[in-house]
């Protein structure tokens, strides 16, 4: 049973527009969410974190958003250049650190 | 970049067979993990270490076992290969604190005939 959801495969943007990718989660005990960028043929890369005692994370042109009611994170990404293109997961984890789950995945296009 | 390697990078082995992947860090991290990618899944934990000998499984563990014998070392190994353990292993680490980001490796792509 899938713990953590991104229910967008994939994700076509403008080059300068703002990206959005989203992510869903069914566990309460989820204390702390990341993500990842992924380029083809090589590793997962961090990108940024937010704790569940925020609801937001800026890291220059990223920015994360926690609704912990709705167990909904999104990423978002201001202006969206083409190197950005990649497949983004998010991650999850309780308070532990020491199991993490990931969601399947956004691949994300930005087209000049 | 975190110092971490994986080896080997591709194999391909017959089902039947034992197979064991290496993931070595130099950054004397204490958590060290084993994912395995597959389309329609993202990543999946298989089994995760908190030290020298210490481990534990994770959601995907069946038909795999790791060891790590010493901090920089975790071993994955596949006693039986399986067509259904075809798949992009990663190894993955992460120090101890409140920032929970792990580091990756670059992959090893096993394919199981």
């Known amino acids: 049973d899938q713990q953590v959801k991104q229910n967008s495969p994939s994700l076509s943007v403008q080059e300068g527009r703002i990206s959005i990718l989203n992510c869903d989660y069914t566990n309460s005990m989820f204390d702390y969410f990341l993500w990842y960028k992924k380029y083809p043929a090589e590793g997962p890369t961090f990108l940024i974190s937010i704790s569940s005692i925020k609801d937001k994370n800026e890291d220059g042109r990223f920015t994360v958003f926690l609704n912990k009611s709705a167990k909904h994170l999104s990423l978002h990404i201001v202006p969206s250049q083409p190197g950005d293109s990649a497949v983004y997961f998010c991650a999850a984890s309780t308070n532990t650190g020491n199991q993490f789950y990931f969601g399947t995945g956004t691949s994300l296009t930005v087209i000049p | 970049d975190a110092g971490i390697t994986q080896s080997p990078r591709h194999k391909v082995t017959e089902t039947g067979t034992p197979v064991t992947l290496r993931c070595h860090q130099t950054?004397?991290?204490?958590?060290m993990y084993w994912y395995r990618q597959d389309p329609g899944h993202g990543l999946r934990l298989i089994h995760y270490s908190y030290g020298v000998k210490d481990t534990d499984k994770g959601e995907v563990s069946d038909g795999y076992s790791v060891s790590r014998s010493k901090t920089e070392d975790f071993l994955l190994t596949l006693e039986s290969a399986t067509s259904s353990q075809t798949s992009v292993y990663f190894c993955?680490?992460?120090?101890?604190?409140?920032?929970?980001?792990?580091?990756f490796g670059p992959g090893t792509r096993l394919t199981v005939t």
């Open positions: 993955a680490i992460r120090g101890v604190g409140l920032r929970y980001e792990q580091y």
């Open positions: 950054e004397n991290h204490r958590y």
